[in-house]
């Protein structure tokens, strides 16, 4: 069973690092697919390795079947061999910036109930949280939260 940190892991990611995550969520932004909605979003993802991956919303002409940008970014990260994430940047141009969803925050808590949530619009500053602030008590069953 793979032993989560916590917060204590949270409090060793460093500043810089969760700098460029959120530039990196930023300039993802610009690439999202967002035609129907008009409101894009961009994640970026910190694997425990110290790899960035990046997501996107991806809209569709048959709307449920959209994409959040956490959910992209995670699946690229998982197809990766990344199972230990910790931290995920969200940028939106929304006032204020959008959190993850809670169907984002259950997929969050697949690979670590407590990742640093960074959430920021274009520029300026972002606002700092955990996840398990954002979700206390997630549905985990086994899986990569658990060592799988
Ligand atoms: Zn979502």
New binding site residues.
């Given amino acids: 069973m793979t032993e989560w940190a916590g917060g204590e892991l949270a409090d060793n990611v460093e500043a810089v690092a969760l700098a460029h995550l959120m530039e990196a969520a930023r300039d993802a932004m610009g690439r999202a697919y967002a035609p129907y909605s008009g409101f894009p979003?961009g994640a970026a993802v910190l694997a425990d390795d110290g790899t960035t991956f990046l997501g996107v919303?991806v809209e569709n002409a048959s709307y449920p079947l959209a994409?959040?940008?956490?959910?992209t970014a995670v699946g690229t990260a998982v197809a990766a061999g990344a199972r230990r994430l910790l931290a995920v940047a969200v940028a939106s141009r929304g006032e204020p910036p959008a959190t993850?969803?809670?169907?984002?925050?259950q997929?969050l808590a697949e690979f670590n109930p407590n990742l640093v949530v960074l959430v920021g619009g274009p520029s300026g500053p972002w606002t700092r949280y955990t996840l398990d602030q954002l979700l206390p008590h997630p549905f985990l069953h086994g899986g990569a939260a658990h060592g799988v």
Avoid: I
Avoid at 67 to 71: L, N
Avoid at 100 to 105: F, H, I, Q, Y
């Fill in positions: 979003v919303n994409v959040c940008a956490e959910r993850p969803c809670g169907g984002c925050r997929v």
